[in-house]
């Protein structure tokens, strides 16, 4: 049972317009969901979070959304940028700090 | 300041060889984790801890070993390695005290079992 889903495995944008990742959720335990950002041949890096009890964070470009009752989240990147391209994960926890991530969105920004 | 550490970063082993994937942290975090990275899988836990002496399964444990002897070190053992364990590992380590920051990961072990 993927209790994270990223429907959408690939994503291409042009440059300088919006980005939209997508995330969906089953657990309704979580309380942390959290995006991280991953380059060829290197670890994920932590990008922008949120907690449960709020609706929308906003990090310079980079804005999540929580939709509770949708079970749903999303990544806003405005604007995009070439070096935005990389893959996304979406990932939750609830309290045990275990992380439960999703299976990726590869992102694409051209020129 | 290192973060977490993981060596070796390539390695090949033959069908039933055992190795230690080595993980080391140096910001006294509590919680550390192991996830393989597959094509089209995402991240999937294998094992994490959450504090020195503690360790438990996550989603994908089998052919796996961990132990926590202390608060820096995480290593990963494959017993009896597959080619199925052919994946990319990363460690993976967190503060409970930080939870909006998640984990801070190492640049992975690419591992090849043929």
């Known amino acids: 049972d993927q209790q994270v889903k990223q429907n959408s495995p690939s994503l291409s944008v042009q440059e300088g317009r919006i980005s939209i990742l997508n995330c969906d959720y089953t657990n309704s335990m979580f309380d942390y969901f959290l995006w991280y950002k991953k380059y060829p041949a290197e670890g994920p890096t932590f990008l922008i979070s949120?907690?449960?009890?709020?609706d929308k964070n906003e990090d310079g470009r980079f804005t999540v959304f929580l939709n509770k009752s949708a079970k749903h989240l999303s990544l806003h990147i405005v604007p995009s940028q070439p070096g935005d391209s990389a893959v996304y994960f979406c990932a939750a926890s609830a309290f045990t700090d275990k992380l439960i991530f999703g299976t990726g969105t590869r992102l694409q920004v051209f020129p | 300041n290192a973060g977490v550490t993981q060596t070796p970063k390539f390695q090949v082993l033959k069908t039933g060889q055992s190795m230690t994937l080595q993980c080391a942290q140096d910001?006294?975090?509590?919680?550390m984790s192991w996830y393989r990275q597959d094509p089209g899988m995402g991240l999937r836990l294998i094992h994490y801890?959450?504090?020195?002496?503690?360790?438990d399964q996550g989603e994908v444990p089998n052919g796996y070993n961990v132990s926590r002897s202390t608060t820096e070190d995480f290593p990963l053992r494959l017993l009896s390695a597959a080619p199925s364990q052919t994946s990319v590992y990363f460690c993976?380590?967190?503060?409970?005290?930080?939870?909006?920051?998640?984990?801070?990961f190492g640049s992975g072990t690419r591992l090849t079992v043929v």
């Open positions: 801890s959450v504090g020195a002496g503690i360790t």
């Open positions: 949120i907690s449960s009890i709020k």
């Open positions: 910001m006294n975090h509590e919680y």
């Open positions: 993976a380590s967190s503060s409970p005290l930080d939870r909006a920051r998640g984990y801070t």
